[in-house]
């Protein structure tokens, strides 16, 4: 139930753009995703829900594909303060169960 | 506000022991989570809370136990240690449905 993130690991020059994507193989309710830096804990970036509502982050934009069970998270220009770790968790299935599955992560590593 | 806070930071437990990890919020939010992240992994769920004596089993539940006596507190409890248990525990809560969860700093467990 696990969903996939890929790629994953990325090395960005600042100011370059990225996409990560988180794919599952059950149904969707929601997609939540989140940063991480080393040694810390999880920080909330976006909430993209089914039918289309999405909370979250202004400089940074994600996709919910509900038929494809994919969400994609989009990094453009990126700074150095967007490195870290980043996390898809998801609600599987087609109601809201207020539990998340977190994907297998995504390194991200932006360099001057 | 604090937020969300979680003692102790760091632990030593030998084997068999055991031990409560104590997890406060102070947003009057009606559901708490409990993670654990193991190295290099993605968080998976341990038990969650929807309000105060109301608990349910998350991914992996075996070898803990937690309760809600009040929407403050939720703590986990770990009986017969086990090097397995090694990892990092993060709390978490939020407001309600369709919101995203609010993570605390995390408790670093060791099981010699």
């Given at each position: 139930?696990?969903?996939?993130?890929?790629?994953?690991?990325?090395?960005?020059?600042?100011?370059?753009?990225?996409?990560?994507?988180?794919?599952?193989?059950?149904?969707?309710?929601?997609v939540?995703?989140?940063?991480?830096?080393?040694?810390?804990?999880?920080?909330?970036?976006?909430?993209?829900?089914?039918g289309?509502?999405?909370?979250?982050?202004?400089?940074?934009?994600?996709?919910?594909?509900e038929?494809?069970?994919?969400?994609?998270?989009?990094?453009?220009?990126?700074?150095?303060?967007?490195?870290?770790?980043?996390?898809?968790?998801?609600?599987?299935?087609s109601?809201?169960?207020?539990?998340?599955?977190?994907?297998?992560?995504?390194?991200?590593?932006?360099?001057? | 506000?604090?937020?969300?806070?979680?003692?102790?930071?760091?632990?030593?437990?030998?084997?068999?022991?055991?031990?409560?990890?104590?997890?406060?919020?102070?947003?009057?939010?009606n559901?708490?989570?409990?993670?654990?992240?193991?190295?290099?992994?993605?968080?998976?769920?341990?038990?969650?809370?929807?309000?105060?004596?109301?608990?349910?089993k998350?991914?992996?539940?075996?070898?803990?136990?937690?309760?809600?006596s009040?929407?403050?507190?939720?703590?986990?409890?770990?009986?017969?240690?086990?090097?397995?248990?090694?990892?990092?525990?993060?709390?978490a809560?939020?407001?309600?449905?369709k919101?995203?969860?609010?993570?605390?700093?995390?408790?670093?467990?060791?099981?010699?």
């Amino acid at each position: 139930q696990q969903p996939v993130q890929s790629p994953q690991a990325v090395i960005l020059r600042e100011g370059e753009d990225a996409v990560i994507n988180c794919s599952s193989s059950k149904a969707l309710y929601s997609v939540h995703w989140y940063r991480q830096k080393h040694g810390e804990a999880p920080v909330f970036l976006m909430i993209l829900l089914k039918g289309g509502e999405q909370k979250g982050h202004d400089k940074i934009s994600a996709s919910f594909n509900e038929k494809k069970q994919q969400s994609s998270l989009y990094l453009t220009a990126s700074q150095l303060s967007y490195s870290g770790t980043y996390f898809c968790g998801t609600e599987i299935g087609s109601y809201n169960t207020d539990k998340l599955i977190f994907g297998t992560g995504t390194r991200l590593q932006v360099f001057p | 506000n604090a937020g969300v806070t979680q003692t102790p930071k760091f632990r030593i437990l030998k084997i068999g022991q055991s031990m409560t990890l104590q997890c406060t919020q102070d947003m009057n939010h009606n559901y708490m989570y409990w993670y654990r992240q193991d190295p290099g992994m993605g968080l998976k769920l341990i038990y969650y809370s929807v309000g105060a004596g109301i608990t349910d089993k998350g991914e992996v539940p075996n070898g803990y136990n937690v309760s809600r006596s009040t929407t403050e507190d939720f703590p986990l409890r770990l009986e017969l240690a086990a090097p397995s248990q090694t990892s990092v525990y993060f709390c978490a809560s939020k407001t309600g449905a369709k919101e995203t969860q609010y993570f605390g700093p995390g408790t670093r467990l060791l099981v010699l």
